[in-house]
């Protein structure tokens, strides 16, 4: 959605790659979350960052996956040795401002196939 | 623990009113309503926050019933625009900040001429 850039908009990677997706948000959103989404279901929480640093993590599956945004912008999620299991649509999103009451603007996703 | 949605699927004529459920085990705080079409993005719609009130935006509005963990929504007179697939996310008591939603796993809406 406008607002938050994801490239690439597919990627098809064999199994035990590595891959690495990028979310691009426009400034002054200092909240970046991560999320996945499987066919047919809701997205599922990754991870988030408040600023430069992760502050939850705790929706990573395993330690093949690592994210980073080193100056507190674009956010860089990270898959090593990636499995058919890891194939979804990775949805970055930003919230549009620091109060609950803000909802979530989705970027279009990075569609992840293993083959 | 994820919130379950109902019904899963629904189709409609054009004109007819739905009402979508979205039901938690926990305490709910927050509750986030996105619409998805096909190979696009969640769009945001409404949010919902605890004291049991109720949100209009044109002809959807929602409503949340904290004493039944519940909120639903509600598409009144359907437009062709309307389908897709609805997702509640529910999120913890946070005033300010980040704050991560669990989603439910969806309610198709399909909305036939």
């Known amino acids: 959605g406008a607002g938050v850039s994801q490239t690439p908009s597919n990627k098809v990677t064999e199994k035990g790659k590595y891959v690495e997706l990028r979310c691009d948000p426009i400034?002054?959103?200092?909240?970046l979350y991560w999320y996945r989404q499987s066919l047919g279901q809701g997205p599922e929480f990754l991870i988030y960052?408040?600023?430069?640093?992760?502050?939850?993590d705790s929706g990573l599956p395993n330690d093949r996956f690592f994210a980073v945004r080193p100056e507190g912008s674009v956010s860089t999620l990270k898959i090593q040795r990636t499995e058919r299991g890891d194939s979804a649509v990775y949805l970055c999103a930003i919230r549009r401002g620091r109060d609950r009451k803000y909802g979530y603007t989705f970027g279009s996703g990075t569609r992840l196939t293993v083959v | 623990q994820q919130p379950v949605q109902s019904p899963q699927a629904v189709i409609l004529r054009e004109g007819e009113d739905a009402v979508i459920n979205c039901s938690s085990s926990?305490?709910?705080?927050?509750v986030h309503w996105y619409r998805q079409k096909h190979g696009e993005a969640p769009v945001f719609l409404m949010i919902?926050?605890?004291?049991?009130e109720q949100k209009g935006h044109e002809k959807i509005s929602a409503s949340f019933n904290e004493k039944k963990q519940q909120s639903s929504l509600y598409l009144t007179a359907s437009q062709l625009s309307y389908s897709g697939t609805y997702f509640c996310?529910?999120?913890?008591?946070?005033?300010?900040?980040?704050?991560?939603?669990?989603f439910g796993q969806g309610t198709r809406l399909t909305i036939n001429p």
């Open positions: 400034s002054g959103h200092t909240a």
């Open positions: 926990k305490a709910l705080y927050s």
């Open positions: 996310g529910t999120g913890g008591w946070i005033i300010q900040g980040a704050q991560k939603l669990v």
């Open positions: 919902l926050l605890k004291g049991g």
């Open positions: 960052f408040q600023g430069t640093g992760a502050a939850d």
